[in-house]
């Protein structure tokens, strides 16, 4: 059974940058084809992907967001990291961390599995 | 980018009603398209996949049709636990969502 869980810190400043794990279980980055995402939403707002990160360290980026983001992983701790710099108030939400599906177009891909989301305010 | 549209935003029905979503992409995405359901609190969970696809696990009272620019989420009789919210999601070219379709119980 695939199971996604996300932590890192529910308060920050503006400017200061942002750090979430995934830590997962139930697959592997040793297999062809496994990728993780992050999606945020907003309160009271849709859903937002930003990118992907794939087995083969290959990284996919919402080519419509500013470049704030990097992605790495830990493949013996099965863990993700995203890192997203100088925090604005707009980039409150609550973020999730997801298992790709899907075709070897890996900018593309649905989530059958999701994190419970992990809320992240940003405030001075 | 490929924009999505739900209609509509808000949707009141009861209990054995038969409800229909609609979703519209900006352009063609083929069949390039999931549907989710998200309880408040909750994170989205996977309902519909390939237009038409019902993911394991799901009522067979949900359904999706549709192609190139228009899709339909149908729910075939709603029961009490089917009130949320869905949203759509293209993954023809990177990945966007609907704004999402609300639905209360009338």
Redesign the interface.
């Known amino acids: 059974q695939i199971t996604l869980k996300e932590s890192g810190p529910t308060l920050v400043k503006p400017t200061q940058t942002l750090t979430l794990t995934c830590t997962f279980s139930g697959f592997s980055f040793s297999s062809y084809g496994v990728g993780v995402g992050w999606i945020r939403q907003p309160p009271g707002k849709?859903?937002?992907?930003l990118l992907f990160i794939y087995w083969d360290d290959d990284n996919r980026y919402?080519?419509?967001l500013k470049s704030r983001f990097t992605i790495t992983k830990d493949t013996s701790n099965n863990q993700v990291v995203l890192t997203m710099s100088n925090m604005d108030p707009v980039d409150t939400a609550t973020y999730?961390c997801v298992y790709r599906?899907?075709s070897t177009?890996w900018?593309?891909?649905?989530?059958?599995y999701?994190?419970?989301?992990t809320l992240v305010t940003v405030s001075s | 980018?490929i924009q999505m549209t739900q209609s509509p935003s808000t949707l009141s029905a009861s209990v054995g009603d038969r409800v229909t979503i609609t979703c519209r992409a900006s352009q063609s995405i083929s069949n390039?398209l999931?549907w989710?359901q998200q309880k408040p609190g909750?994170?989205?969970?996977?309902l519909i996949?390939r237009a038409s696809t019902l993911?394991s696990g799901v009522p067979s009272r949900f359904s999706g049709s549709g192609s190139g620019t228009e899709f339909t989420l149908t729910i075939s009789s709603l029961q009490p636990d089917d009130f949320a919210t869905y949203?759509c999601?293209q993954?023809?070219?990177?990945?966007?969502?609907?704004?999402?379709t609300k639905l209360e119980i009338k």
């Open positions: 849709a859903l937002e992907w919402n080519p419509y999730y599906r899907g177009n900018n593309s891909g649905y989530f059958d999701w994190g419970q989301g | 980018d390039w999931a989710y909750t994170a989205p969970s996977l996949y993911e949203y999601q993954y023809s070219s990177y990945n966007t969502f609907g704004q999402g």
